[in-house]
């Protein structure tokens, strides 16, 4: 059972979160175990209670960001922001998907002729090196691993995927 105490920590860790966000981070310890709509209302239900109790306060509206008082003040430090994939402006995303900062650069997307930008960054050999040393040291790295990795580099549990996928077959191929 998911308790406020397992939602507090997360939430703490954050300092600043949207409820999409926790919601997010919650979902990756207990994916398969309650949906993600079950654990969304146990977020906001947890949300109300604690700004109820002035344990939460709200420092925006729209979108909704909540923080702990101690943070309240420099939220801004906090959020998480992404650059628009159109005009490379940084914005906070209202939804986990969002990519664009406005509606406007989201139709401009849509009317360009050229291709999205790809948004990958390269492999600095210093992350392959590492990731290198966790697959010999572990010999096999299960999802917790390579969430724990992707955290670590700042990139997503896929990219870690694909990549040690690759590194697995070049050893494979390369004895």
Known sequence: ????????????KLKVFQIWELT????????GIFSKKVVKDRVTSFIASQLRANSLIKVRSDPSIFAF???????????????CQT???????????????SEK?????????LPPQKTQKKWAKEEEEFLKRELRKKGKLS?????????????????????????????????
Not at 106 to 113: G, I, L, M, Q, V
Not at 148 to 175: D, G, T
Request: glycine share 2%; net charge positive.
């Open 105 to 113: 650069c989201r139709e401009r997307r849509k009317a360009s002729p």
């Open 1 to 12: 059972m998911m308790l406020y105490a397992d939602i507090f920590e997360k939430a703490y």
């Open 87 to 101: 005009c490379g402006k940084e914005f906070i995303p209202f939804r986990p998907e969002q990519v664009y900062c």
């Open 143 to 175: 999802k917790k691993d390579m969430v724990e990795i992707a955290q670590k580099l700042q990139r997503s549990y896929r990219s870690v995927w694909h990549k040690v996928r690759r590194l697995q077959h070049e050893a494979k191929n390369n004895p």
């Open 69 to 83: 008082p101690e943070f309240g003040t420099e939220w801004e430090k906090y959020v998480r922001k992404r650059k």
């Open 24 to 31: 997010e981070e919650l979902y990756k310890d207990w994916e």
